[in-house]
């Protein structure tokens, strides 16, 4: 946590130093398992940067990966700064994805964009929200253990999506919706036809105001402090309540907001499984970025490089392999940041 | 005869030096009060000692062999015979008190308890400081938790025991207790190092006096050359004179209330009722664990009051949230500035501007008003490092308290002021300004509130002083003559 703003935290040092020590872990690690799968690490690695980044398409698709986990990886970085752990976001984003694919589908085909997509932006955000603040409710009224009860509303809400789906809006055996309204479908940015899709010009947007909103306002002092120190938000008349609820609520809308670049973006149209994974993924984005809003979006041009590296040098490796690289970088970085904190301590006891 | 510690250390912390070349001779049988400002280095020497913290260079004899450095660890140190009661408690909060004290001692594959609990029974009965051993830690006041740590390290027969601040947190009663019992080991051939900023204790209770002053040993003081000169004491661990205190005259008769408790029940405390009047300076006295935690919880609206009221300024707040009384003029110091009182990893400047509207800006910070407040309050207190971006973990004990004084006291428009232990565990020079902000707060109308343990800080601060005890309200003393009698009487319930 950079909680110091007035001049580089002492722990930005740390944090970066866990990222850089969990992205040579996992280089180390992807290697070794080259190594058994009886190919020259060097030329792999070398293969996935080359090939990734010289084909205009799979650089597009780095970043339709990253436009997603930012939002999911923001969403799960708010729980975390008011010392929560969001685990629902997949949930969310599902919920997003049901409500932009229902509300963009139920606008007449008339409906100009300056209309229908704030709609279809506010009901995927909205949608996401309202499970955010089920979970925050009875976590703070009914002591309700977030994890559990968002664990379990993912389970709930996909299955729901499900069941709405085949019930009213799937089509001739298909698992897809009716189309939303062509007002509501955001353009792709070329890239040799990749999926990105303007939904990235948002969520640069939102990771600079989440930035902003952090590092420079009261509601991002609030946040800090309620995570690092619940006893001394509460003695400065931080209602700890409030602050969670709110971040709760805002943390499913952003959660919500990742469905668009799924809905509006790309499909333009409800689909069953669309952008699955990438509210658990998010969790890793938001772990790697130490919940600092540019640290996340770094982590998830990562966490996208790997998932698109992966496909791209599959006659080489199996596409596992990158997959599992993303999580042991997660899990490296969420070791190494204790590591190096409780060894800072051990050097630091108290004078 | 030799002695029972000879050392000169050195230790630093990163950039920061905390000991060079600090000498510390304790001779055998005697008190060794060590003493110093707060930052000075004495917790870390001592911890040094007794090896819970490991020196960069020097050399260190323990009853008479010398001891690798760089080897000397807490299992080397007990088992050479050298105890340690720490500052802040070394207790694991969710363990009994018998687990703690068989943390780490109690050797072998099967842990048996009830000997040690009957030990530590009986050693708490003989030096007169009765615990529960199978009370949890957690539950326990500061004080009953250190009375604990206390009475373990004694029934561990320790050769050399160093207390760190022991009696910050005791009554004046229990304080001679302890003393009398320290000067009986003493007599006993048990070698005691106390440290100490309360120069009467170091009159009641030290044979030598060792003054440590930022990291070096400036002066020794022994009752062997005569009877120990606490001014010059005093003089050598602040390096200079203390300046002289303002005095702030008690309110009209008439003033109003600024703040008022009608039957207030919450928790442990039952049927408080009490009236601080604006420009009046209240003490709460009363040994630690009677209730004065829920009354600072009641006035600062942290816990809702099970009955009874509370007026702000004549203004009824008992249902109103923290921010809001703070809103109409509350200031609130809590009782522990590592757990509530600060943002331990946050800068100066964010803690003194945590919570604060009015310097923050009510939604966008202004980063150079937060500033601005911090430099102000910097100065106003001489907080060291005077530097905002330091962060708060880093800061001494004194300055720590500074930060949380500077912030509370700052508030406009302030109606009252409930500070928890304003001065516990705090330097000289720090207790002095800490003094004159509430004495301050005081002369510009506010009705402040001090509960601390320590009595003398009451009586030297406060014109009127009431006692609480087992949650009661039990009667009051106006500062002056023969208070601290009576009020002692009422403290332990002799009255």
Known sequence: MSWAELRPSPHLKRELIAVVIALLVSLAFGSVLMLVAGKAPGHVWSQMVLRTFGDEYLLGQVLYKATGLALTGLAVALALDVGLFNIGVEGQLVAGVLASGVVGAALPATTPAVIAIPVCLLAAAGAGALVGLVIGGVRIYRDAHEVITSIMLNASITGLALYIGNVALFRGGSTRGPDIAPGAQLPQLGFGGSSVNAVLVLAVLVVAGMWWLRSRTTWGRAWLAVGADPAAARCAGISIGRVQLLAMAGSGALAGLAATNFVLGHKHAFEEGLGRGTGLLGISAALLGRTHPIGVALATLVLGFLSVGGLAVADEVPKELTEMLQGVVVLAAAGAGPWLARREALQARAA | ?495
Request: aromatic content about 2%.
């Open chain 2, 1 to 495: 005869m030799t002695a029972v510690i000879d050392t000169v250390l050195d230790k630093a912390y990163g950039a920061c030096v905390v000991l060079r070349g600090a000498t510390l001779a304790v001779r055998p049988g005697t008190v060794h009060a060590l003493v110093g400002e707060n930052g000075a280095g004495k917790s870390t020497l001592v911890k040094i000692l007794a090896g819970v913290v490991r020196a960069d260079r020097g050399t260190l004899s323990a009853f008479g062999h010398t001891v690798p450095l760089a080897s000397w660890d807490r299992a080397r140190a007990r088992a050479a015979g050298i105890g340690i009661v720490q500052q802040h408690g070394a207790s694991a909060p969710a363990l009994s008190v018998v687990e703690n004290a068989a943390l780490g001692v109690e050797g072998g594959p099967v842990l048996d308890l009830a000997p040690v609990a009957e030990q530590l029974a009986a050693t708490g009965a003989k030096v007169g400081l009765p615990i529960d051993p199978y009370a949890r830690v957690s539950t326990l006041s500061l004080g009953a938790a250190q009375r604990a740590e206390l009475v373990a390290a004694l029934r561990l027969g320790a050769r050399l025991l160093i207390l760190d601040e022991p009696t910050a947190v005791l009554a004046p009663v229990e304080v001679e207790g302890l003393l009398a019992r320290l000067r009986a080991l003493a007599a006993d051939g048990t070698s005691v190092v106390i440290v100490t900023h309360k120069l009467d204790e170091v009159r009641a209770v030290a044979d030598d006096v060792t003054v440590l002053r930022a990291g070096v040993t400036v002066a020794t003081f022994s009752t062997a050359d005569g009877p120990l000169d606490t001014s010059a004491i005093a003089r050598a661990m602040v390096g200079s004179d203390l300046p002289p205190t303002m005095t702030v005259s008690p309110p009209a008769e008439g003033a109003p209330v600024a703040l008022g408790l009608r039957g207030v029940s919450l928790g442990g405390l039952r049927d408080a009722t009490l009236d601080v009047r604006a420009g009046e300076l209240v003490g709460v006295a009363g040994v630690d664990g009677n209730g004065q935690r829920e009354l600072a919880l009641a006035v600062a609206g942290l816990e809702r009051v099970a009955r009874g009221t509370v007026m702000l300024g004549g203004r009824d707040v008992t249902r109103a949230s923290p921010a809001r009384r703070f809103a109409a003029g509350l200031a609130h110091v809590p009782e522990d500035r590592q757990h509530g009182g600060l943002l331990l990893e946050a800068s100066i400047a964010d803690n003194l501007a945590l919570g604060r509207a009015d310097v923050t800006g009510r939604f966008r910070v202004d980063r150079r008003r937060v500033l601005a407040h911090a430099r102000t309050q910097i100065e106003v207190l001489d907080i060291r490092p005077p530097d905002p971006a330091a962060i708060a973990r880093s800061l001494s004990g004194g300055n720590q308290q500074k930060v949380v004084i500077g912030r509370e006291l700052s508030r406009p428009g302030l109606v009252a002021v409930v500070a928890c232990q304003p001065t516990r565990g705090v330097d000289l020079g720090a207790v002095v300004r800490i003094h004159e902000r509430l004495r301050a707060a005081a002369f510009a109308g506010a009705g402040v509130l001090v509960i601390s343990a320590d009595l003398d800080e009451l009586l030297a601060l406060c014109h009127r002083i009431v006692v609480v005890l087992r949650g009661a309200i039990v009667g009051e003393h106006v500062a002056g003559a023969g208070a601290r009698a009576a009020l002692g009487a009422l403290m332990t319930g002799a009255a």
